[in-house]
C-alpha cells in the first residue's frame, strides 16, 4: 500500500504581499478574493489540493496588523496567528519591496513557531536592480529558515517548484477533508467574498472597509422550466451616509455591482442566478461583539 501525506501548509504575513494570489496558484481554483488593497482578506480559508496519495490543506490567513483599531482587526489577527500553532509546513511570505524594522510581533512569532519554514519573496518579476537577494540577505540574518523560494505568485513563477518541494516534506497522515472538496467554506461564504470582492473595485476610499455582506438566502428553484438560483445578500455599512454611496444616484452603482458579481457568481457556481442586493446600516458593525459573532469573526 502506498504511503498517503497530508498536512496544514499556512500562508502568512503582512497585508498586500500576494498571500491570497500564492494560494489561488496553488490550489488551482479561485479560493480568495483578490484585489490591490490591503486587507482584503479577513478570514482563514481553507483550499484543498488532493490526489491519490496526498493531500495538502493550504490555509490563506488575514495579514497580520501590528497595530489594530477595530474588533474586526484583532479577530483578524487572532485567525492569522492561529496559523502558527497547527502549521505542518509555514510559509512566510513577503515581497521585494516590504521594509521590516526586526522588532515586529510577526517576526517574534516566526521565530517561536516549529517544523519546517519557507521564506517566500514574492514579486520578482518587478525585480530589475537585485532586491530580493538583499531581502534573503537580510531575512536569514533574523530567522533560521528552512528554504528560501523567489517567486512571481501573479505569472506563477517558480510556484510549482515550491508545490513540489511542500509535497516533499509532508509527513504521512491521513486525508482530513473528503478528497472532492476544495475548501472547508460553504458555497454561500464564496458567494459573500464575490461580492465583497467586487465592492472592493467598485467603490473608493474607506466605504469597502465599512462594509461586510451575509447571504441571507440560498435556494435553487425553477423558472420557465429551467433551474435558477436564488441569492439574496445583505450588505451592511457603519454609517448611514454610506448606503447611498453603495446604492448610487438612481440606483446605478448597486445595479453596477449586481452585474459585475452575478457573472463572476455564475461563472464560479457553473449555474444560472438570481442576485438581490439589499443595503442595511448597523453603526459601528466592527466593533459590536455580537455582530462580529454574526459574521463569523468571533467565535
Not at 1 to 16: E, L, T, W, Y
Not at 219 to 247: G, H, T
Request: with cysteine; hydrophobic share 35%.
Amino acid at each position: 500500500m502506498n504511503q498517503h501525506k497530508s498536512g496544514f501548509v499556512n500562508i502568512i504575513g503582512n497585508p498586500n504581499v500576494g498571500k491570497s494570489t500564492l494560494m489561488n496558484a496553488l490550489v488551482g481554483e479561485k479560493m480568495s478574493i483578490i484585489t490591490s488593497k490591503p486587507q482584503t482578506t479577513r478570514h482563514r480559508i481553507f483550499g484543498l489540493l488532493s490526489a491519490d496519495d496526498y493531500q495538502v490543506v493550504f490555509s490563506d490567513t488575514p495579514g497580520i496588523i501590528d497595530k489594530p483599531i477595530y474588533g474586526m482587526q484583532s479577530a483578524m489577527n487572532k485567525f492569522a496567528y492561529s496559523s502558527f500553532e497547527d502549521a505542518d509546513i509555514l510559509l512566510f511570505m513577503t515581497d521585494i519591496y516590504e521594509v521590516y524594522t526586526g522588532e515586529e510581533n510577526i517576526i517574534k512569532a516566526l521565530k517561536q513557531a516549529n517544523g519546517p519554514k519557507y521564506l517566500v519573496i514574492n514579486k520578482i518579476d518587478m525585480d530589475k536592480d537585485g532586491k530580493a537577494d538583499k531581502v534573503a540577505s537580510e531575512w536569514s540574518e533574523r530567522i533560521d529558515f528552512s528554504e528560501v523560494f523567489f517567486i512571481s505568485a501573479s505569472l506563477k513563477t517558480n510556484t510549482d517548484t515550491l508545490l513540489q518541494k511542500i509535497l516533499a516534506d509532508l509527513p504521512e497522515g491521513p486525508a482530513y477533508y473528503p478528497k472532492d472538496e476544495l475548501s472547508d467554506k460553504p458555497e454561500r461564504f464564496f458567494v459573500s467574498e464575490i461580492i465583497r470582492e467586487k465592492i472592493l473595485q467598485l467603490y473608493k476610499q474607506e466605504v469597502p472597509y465599512s462594509c461586510e455582506v451575509v447571504v441571507s438566502r440560498f435556494k435553487e428553484e425553477e423558472k420557465n422550466n429551467a433551474p435558477l438560483l436564488m441569492i439574496y445578500a445583505d450588505i451592511y455599512v457603519d454609517r448611514k451616509s454610506q448606503k447611498p454611496i453603495i446604492i448610487g444616484k438612481n440606483g446605478e452603482a448597486i445595479k453596477k455591482l449586481g452585474i459585475a458579481a452575478r457573472l463572476d457568481i455564475e461563472n464560479f457556481l457553473g449555474k444560472h442566478i438570481y442576485l438581490d442586493l439589499n443595503v442595511k446600516i448597523k453603526e459601528n458593525w466592527r466593533n459590536d461583539e455580537r455582530m462580529l459573532k454574526h459574521f463569523g469573526y468571533e467565535e
